[in-house]
């Protein structure tokens, strides 16, 4: 048995979970998420806990079985709290600025770099080089995290990019002029 799948979800006083077949509905204070289970994954609450269990011993259910209970969790938890990701950018002359849903990047281009927010994504930059993505789906804030630091990731020989907020990069010795 999956050890994270086995693990009971518990729902805090201010979420409600409807399931509806296999597709499970989460409202919580800061917004609802749904998402649609394999077949092979059936999930059931009792009382303040849901219980997440595979039909089968097959191969895909096993797979399913802890990925499925921990986007379940994700949902409970992002409905119920949010998460958030840090950027830090480095560099001289690097800077972004949020204006609404929009991201301007001046990271080293001829033209800045703007990015557009999709839908339930909020940024905000306290400084002109922190910037932190937030919002109720774990998944979405990821990704846009991730193409963000996608413009401009750090480089290994002065460390100038945008990074991961505590993010280690490993540096290189340049060149010497010595022979």
Known sequence: MS????????IPAKVDIKIDGQQVIVTGPKGNLSRDLPSLITIVQEGQELLV???????????????????VANMVNGVNQGFEKKLEIQ?????????????????GYSKPVEIEMPQGINVVT???TEVIISGIDKELVGNVAAKIRAVRP???YKGKGIRYAGEFVRRKVGKSGKK
């Open 154 to 156: 750090p480089e290994v």
């Open 126 to 128: 306290n400084t002109n």
């Open 53 to 71: 269990t595979r039909e089968n011993d097959s191969r895909k259910a096993k797979e399913r079985h802890g990925l499925c209970r921990t986007l």
């Open 91 to 107: 560099g001289v002359g690097y800077r972004a600025q949020a204006q609404g849903s929009k991201l301007t990047l001046n990271v």
């Open 3 to 10: 050890r994270i799948g086995k693990l009971p979800i518990t």
